[in-house]
């Protein structure tokens, strides 16, 4: 069972504020984990399924963020972050190392705000980079 997180962030956010915990390989605000410990009891996700931060193609920078609760895989990465269980493949993780995901509420929506510090450029709508 895969159960998909909305993600309706944007690479750049005015109303973002600082990350409460230093960033790590992959990592969460303690705002973000308490959003996703939020989804997790809403949507009934199993206890042993992880937080998994995936990059695919597309957009129209080259890639995009997908989050979703998925089991861990042969080969994954895993991490904790503020309570919370990350996994991410090998692919992924090469453009997400060093990323701390946040959860913005503002005039424009609400959504997870990737700070990557591979990400080179994002598209004007914001919702996929380029590295």
């Known amino acids: 069972m895969n159960a998909q997180i909305a993600n309706d962030s944007t690479e750049t956010t005015p109303e973002t504020t600082a990350p409460e ?3 790590g390989p992959l990592s969460l605000t303690d705002i973000a984990a308490e959003k996703v410990r939020e989804i997790r ?3 009934n996700i199993e206890p042993h399924y992880a937080l998994r931060v995936k990059v695919m193609g597309g957009g129209c920078s080259g890639f ?3 989050l979703y609760f998925d ?4 080969g994954d990465y895993e991490f904790e972050s503020n309570g919370v269980q990350l996994v991410s ?3 992924s993780f090469m453009y997400l190392m060093g990323t701390n995901i946040d ?3 503002g005039l424009q929506g609400a959504g997870f705000k990737f700070n990557n510090p591979n990400s080179t450029g994002s598209c004007g709508c914001g ?4 590295v």
């Not at 089991?71 to 042969?74: G, I, P, R, T, V």
């Not at 919702?127 to 380029?130: A, D, P």
């Open 64 to 66: 995009q963020y997908d």
């Open 41 to 43: 009891s809403s949507e």
């Open 89 to 91: 493949d090998q692919m």
């Open 127 to 130: 919702s996929s980079f380029s």
């Open 71 to 74: 089991e861990k895989a042969e």
């Open 103 to 105: 959860y913005v509420e």
């Open 21 to 23: 915990a230093a960033p």
